[in-house]
């Protein structure tokens, strides 16, 4: 996974794409949920991703989800919240969200937070959305980081701290 993210980013490597791509794809064909995560995100949108390969990510997501992994929870919640690749199902993806966070997942943190926050499929408490976007942040989650940046800017759900703001942004 690291070799194919120096690549794709050309950090200690000449910047790749292509060849970063070319090993997504086979860390993909050989069952990588990380991978499958990695091409529908970076290549959503393109003709780089086939609907095949969604439908391969996605199924890959519900076995590790239904394992108990908190990334592939989350994985799949955030296609579920959108409808990427699968019938639009906001409930179930506020569900495997708060798997996710409960197991203490940054990235769940931070996508249960947002739901919260903006009333997605759970009523709107904002409260509860700033304490698990500090979660996240704590954890160095860059998403996390902002959106908590954002409500302390702005005295969203806390106290307004422009300082810790900017600390965040940074």
Request: with cysteine; charged share 25%.
């Amino acid at each position: 996974s690291e070799s194919r993210l120096l690549c794709m980013e050309g950090r200690g490597v000449l910047c790749n794409r292509s060849e970063a791509e070319q090993l997504w794809r086979r860390a993909m064909g050989n069952g990588s949920s990380e991978a499958a995560g990695y091409l529908v995100i970076e290549f959503k949108g393109t003709n780089a991703v086939t609907d095949t390969q969604i439908r391969k990510a996605i199924g890959l997501w519900r076995q590790r989800s239904d394992l108990g992994h908190s990334d592939a929870q989350n994985s799949l919640g955030r296609c579920l919240k959108n409808g990427d690749g699968v019938t639009k199902d906001v409930a179930e993806a506020v569900r495997l969200f708060r798997l996710s966070a409960t197991k203490g997942d940054a990235s769940g943190q931070n996508n249960l937070g947002y739901c919260l926050k903006h009333g997605i499929g759970v009523a709107k408490d904002v409260a509860e959305a700033v304490r698990l976007y500090r979660l996240s942040a704590t954890q160095g989650n860059a998403r996390g980081q902002n959106n908590l940046g954002v409500c302390l800017k702005h005295g969203i759900g806390a106290a307004k701290d422009e300082m810790e703001a900017v600390r965040l942004f940074r």
